[in-house]
């Protein structure tokens, strides 16, 4: 019997509904559509999956976009995504359990080894987010250093991987408001793999009026191969620290300008974040809530398995930019002593020239 990727594919295609109902038990079903807020189970309706059509080509079964990230692939995709598998082989592993099939041929892996390296929009998505930070340019003076410094941040000596775009295109969702503007300026945020090539692009619209975020349903999406890869600031040598989102690493860093820092861009993609070979010690830049804490865990258990020592630190407030609004630089550089190592701390703290 073939279990190839396309089969699975094929099969959990024909039982969409049944693989939303196992693996999305917190959204519903919408028509011809199964809604939820993404691949980590959240309540919301920005994930969908078609519950119905072709089984191939445009509105093929199976297929599902997040309208909030640009995420989009086949069932196996999302059930890799749901369960943060970091093998393949453990997705194709559950997909069979599923479906109750037998085990594989070995060389059945392989096949959709591309396409799960590549999950969000894959080649093209990748080349689209190229050619879009090619046109970029420098935040300094623009809107988006605006944009950080209304949220107490300021670009780190390393902030290559921050570029401006005065147009950037928008495409509505479903939630927009009728006749929502299509063109905002943008903070975009480069994506790479370990060896430093684009891998997507993280953009923020934002509003001239405001300097806020732009007002539409979703102002932060990403473009490209965004699993396992990352925004990154300084080159880790022995030491790393990541988080989710853009301002909470960019929080840790404007206190700790030498420290090397990751933004994987949402829970799911840090819980299978790409280690570089040779780091020791890892701080993990807790968000501090389900999805959080699941993907802590998840990346603590991983480093541990190379040979890594995962450390967590974890914010006061809401979230480390929170506590950088709310206890000011010196106090929540301060706090951030007890989750470093003396070693760590002295190298990469200088709190005698924060005010």
Known sequence: MSSTASDLSARLAARAEAVCRRYLSKGRRDGAYWRVGDVDNTPGQSLFVRLEGPTAG??????????????????LDLIGLALRHDRIV????????????????????PEHAH???????????????????????????????????GRALHPPPHSAPLTFLPRCRYRPASTDAPHVRTSW???????????????????????PATCGKAPV???????????????????PDLVLAAGEGLETVLSVGSVAPRLPLAAALSSAHLAALQLPPGLRRLYILVDPDPAGNAATEALSA????????????????GDHNDDL????????????????????AETFLDLGNIR
Do not use: M, N
């Not at 590549?118 to 987010?129: C, N, Y």
């Not at 991983?302 to 407030?317: F, Q």
């Not at 206890?327 to 951030?336: D, V, Y």
């Open 217 to 235: 349903a979703t102002p932060r999406r990403t473009l490209g191969a965004i699993h396992g890869h990352a925004v990154r600031f300084g080159r």
């Open 58 to 75: 445009q509105g093929a079964a199976g297929r599902w976009r997040d309208a909030a990230t640009g995420q989009h692939g086949d069932l």
């Open 115 to 149: 396409a799960r390296a590549s999950t969000g929009l894959g080649e093209r998505g990748q080349i689209a987010a190229r050619r879009l930070l090619d046109r970029a340019g420098s935040i300094l003076g623009t809107l988006a250093q605006s944009y950080l410094a």
């Open 302 to 317: 991983r480093a541990i398995e190379v040979g890594v020592l995962p450390l967590r630190l974890d914010p006061l407030c």
């Open 185 to 207: 300026p943008a903070l975009l945020a480069r994506v790479t793999d370990l060896s430093g090539a684009t891998t997507g692009v993280h953009r923020t619209w934002l509003d």
């Open 90 to 109: 453990d997705t194709f592993d559950e997909a069979r359990r599923f479906l109750s099939l037998p085990d594989p041929v070995a060389d059945a892996a």
């Open 325 to 344: 609004l709310q206890l000011g630089a010196k106090a929540f550089a301060e706090s951030l002593l007890t989750g470093l190592t003396p070693e760590d």
